[in-house]
């Protein structure tokens, strides 16, 4: 079996089980439950959000981790459902266990479906913290939905965005060696030595 065609194989098995593993890491179909980056209100019914420091990390994302405590914090809530937009929204953070407030917002309307909170000096300490949501109806039951995260344990590297930069290390090689005699030439050799091993 020649060189290039195992070359080739091994770059479509890779491919493959990389892309497989992009498309399902929120669940892969809609409505699953898989997505830690949502508060659920009612059963099929959620709120997505998203976390970012843009001081100390413009250009990342956060969930469940929150890398720095020191740092302003904005949290990002998008709800889809229009029967929410017609209800007021009340945020708490708190820091758990302990349950002391570091942050509150009186319930207030927003149409748009979007909201964004802003913590200007990040959060005390290292720790533990419970985002609380409760949704207030003009009329019925208050709803309530609760997420926790983690701030102040230093930013690290998820294992999709490891695949990421694996994927493109790789297919820069892959390139490299189809355009390049003399890498070809090199890895070759290196593969026909691996051979008599």
């Known amino acids: 079996m020649n060189t290039a065609l195992i070359l080739r194989k091994g770059l479509l098995t890779f491919l493959g089980l990389f892309f497989s593993a992009a498309l399902w890491a929120h669940g892969g179909a809609a409505g699953t439950d898989t997505d830690q980056c949502k508060f659920e ?18 250009a990342e994302d956060f969930c469940g981790s929150i890398p720095a405590t020191d740092s302003l914090i904005q949290l990002v809530f998008d709800y889809q459902d229009m029967r929410y937009r017609n209800m007021a929204v009340e945020f708490e ?27 200007p000096n990040g959060v005390p300490d290292v720790g533990k913290y419970l985002i609380h949501i409760t949704l207030v109806p003009d009329q019925g ?3 309530d939905a609760h997420m926790s995260f983690v701030a102040g344990k230093g930013q690290t590297t998820s294992t999709s965005g490891l695949l990421l930069y694996a994927f493109f290390a790789f297919a820069g090689l892959y390139v490299l060696y189809l355009s390049s005699a003399g890498f070809k030439n090199v890895v070759d050799k290196a593969l026909g030595k691996i051979k008599e091993v």
């Open 141 to 143: 039951e208050r709803l």
């Open 93 to 119: 953070v708190t820091k758990e266990p302990e349950g002391t407030r570091v942050f509150f917002e009186p319930a207030k309307k927003h149409k748009s479906g979007t909201i964004m909170l802003t913590l």
């Open 41 to 58: 209100l009612e059963p099929n019914h959620w709120i997505h959000y998203t976390a970012y420091q843009p001081k100390a990390f413009p």
